[in-house]
């Protein structure tokens, strides 16, 4: 498979920043990349173009992301963290799930689903990570400033 701009951004951050893991990090890409191209051998050629080009070399990036993500979602549930518990209205994870959701909401209500449904859908985790940097850089601000 031809490399794509993700698979060669992955494979030169893993050697910039963790130089002594790059050979391990780029082998579970590729294995984990197989596997998915592997599960999704038999799609149509226009499906197999953007899974092999967009989706499935993004996996193998998404998944420590949510691990972090995941973990401080529970922190702040715990109250371990220096922000209180109201900020997770505005945590990646509420987001993530609500703006996933938003087609099926339509569909419950039985709303026609729109453009832009889907296109909230297909960026919740980026809109999710920019709502709560904003969260999180009013909160500083405000904090500094007491």
């Known amino acids: 498979m031809k490399e794509t701009y993700l698979s060669r951004d992955f494979r030169e951050t893993a050697a910039q920043c963790f130089p002594s893991q790059a050979k391990e990090l780029n082998a579970f890409f590729d294995a984990r990349?197989?596997?998915?191209?592997?599960?999704?051998?038999?799609?149509s050629k226009e499906k197999q173009y953007h899974l092999k080009r967009q989706?499935?070399?993004?996996?193998?990036?998404y998944v420590p992301m949510l691990l972090v993500f995941g973990i401080h979602f529970v922190m702040l549930l715990a109250g371990k963290t220096r922000y209180p518990r109201w900020i997770l209205a505005f945590h990646p994870v509420t987001w993530n799930i609500l703006l996933v959701a938003v087609p099926d909401i339509a569909q419950a209500m039985q709303v026609p689903t729109a453009t832009w449904m889907s296109v909230m859908s297909q960026s919740s985790t980026n809109t999710?990570?920019?709502?709560?940097?904003?969260?999180?850089?009013?909160?500083?601000?405000?904090?500094?400033?007491?």
């Open 33 to 43: 990349l197989s596997v998915l191209l592997a599960e999704n051998a038999d799609a």
């Open 128 to 146: 999710a990570t920019v709502i709560w940097c904003i969260a999180a850089a009013v909160y500083e601000k405000k904090r500094i400033q007491e």
């Open 55 to 61: 989706i499935l070399p993004g996996i193998p990036m």
